[in-house]
């Protein structure tokens, strides 16, 4: 039986992580100045934030799985390695659950990946959600000598191991340790496998940010495929000071203050998204007072 923290929750909010605004105005002046390039963050205060978030009660924590920085795509994420961070944010944070969004599969050999997982949730009191993907940055995979091409059969083979169906082709005795309750796996976009592959054989879905209505569309795929199972996504939100700031909306995301973030959220719960990531990267204010406006105005109308 899987063990999923996200579904009983009900309508969720969670972070993104970086928790930098390193794609402000001013976060763009302090990287220039410092002679970064675009998209690096700063993680200065990465563990302070991560643990106020924990304290807010913020559900989830996603990080990213960014192997190579290519400036053609100017991100490098949070930084740090997905599974080597999740292991550390596990030990300084307490009720948050920690989610990657999402490891690449066929960049990464999956007994390894198998075991990675197993540790992290062991470690974490089972508050690991899987989330993977086949990856979508061409430039990655010479390096590590992987077929971009064969990347969608690498996918569903690496499943199969996640999912112990591959277990047969172990000698007798040997096992991966920890052995742990089976956590979700979710998929990040359709991973070059057909919808059905993905409702069937994956416990929730990851889809891209977009408004609503976006998902409207989305959501009555997801449901055909796969039931209830947990579908997420996140906004990039530009949280402004003032409650009543209306809805402006750019890519990915919006600008907005309280009310209007509450009802973005309860447009995205109606157009039945289960849970959404707060991505602050265009944050124009200070992150902290950003969480904390949301925890104490915005969280309390939707976890119960």
Avoid: C
């Amino acid at each position: 039986m899987t063990i999923d923290k996200l579904k009983n929750l009900g309508f969720s909010i969670g972070v993104e992580l970086p928790l930098d605004n390193d794609w402000s105005r001013d976060g763009q002046k302090k990287r220039i100045k410092e002679g970064k390039p675009f998209g690096v963050p700063d993680m200065s205060q990465h563990k302070e934030r991560i643990i106020l978030a924990d304290e807010l009660g913020f559900s989830t924590a996603w990080v990213r799985d960014v192997p190579l920085y290519d400036p053609n795509f100017g991100d490098a994420a949070q930084v740090f390695e997905a599974f080597t961070y999740l292991g550390y944010l596990a030990g300084i944070t307490n009720n948050i659950l920690l989610g990657t969004a999402a490891v690449v599969l066929p960049l990464r050999q999956p007994w390894l990946v198998k075991k990675s997982a197993n540790t992290m949730a062991e470690l974490s009191n089972n508050r690991l959600i899987l989330g993977v993907a086949s990856g979508d940055r061409p430039s990655e995979y010479p390096l590590f000598n992987v077929d971009y091409a064969a990347r969608g059969q690498l996918f569903r083979e690496a499943i199969e191991v996640l999912k112990d169906e591959s277990d047969s082709k172990l000698q007798p005795g040997q096992k991966i340790y920890p052995q742990v309750a089976q956590y979700p796996i979710y998929a990040a976009g359709l991973a070059q496998q057909s919808p059905q592959f993905i409702g069937e054989n994956l416990d929730g879905w990851l889809a891209y940010p977009g408004t609503p209505d976006d998902h409207v569309k989305r959501v009555a795929l997801w449901r055909s495929v796969a039931g209830d199972k947990p579908y997420v996504s996140f906004i990039h939100l530009d949280f402004v000071d003032n409650p009543d700031a209306p809805i402006e909306r750019h890519h990915f995301g919006v600008r907005t203050g309280v009310n209007g973030l509450i009802k973005e959220l309860n447009s995205m719960k109606a157009a039945g998204v289960d849970h959404i990531g707060l991505h602050f990267r265009r944050n124009e204010i200070n992150i902290e007072q950003s969480m904390e406006d949301i925890a104490k105005n915005v969280l309390p109308v939707f976890h119960k």
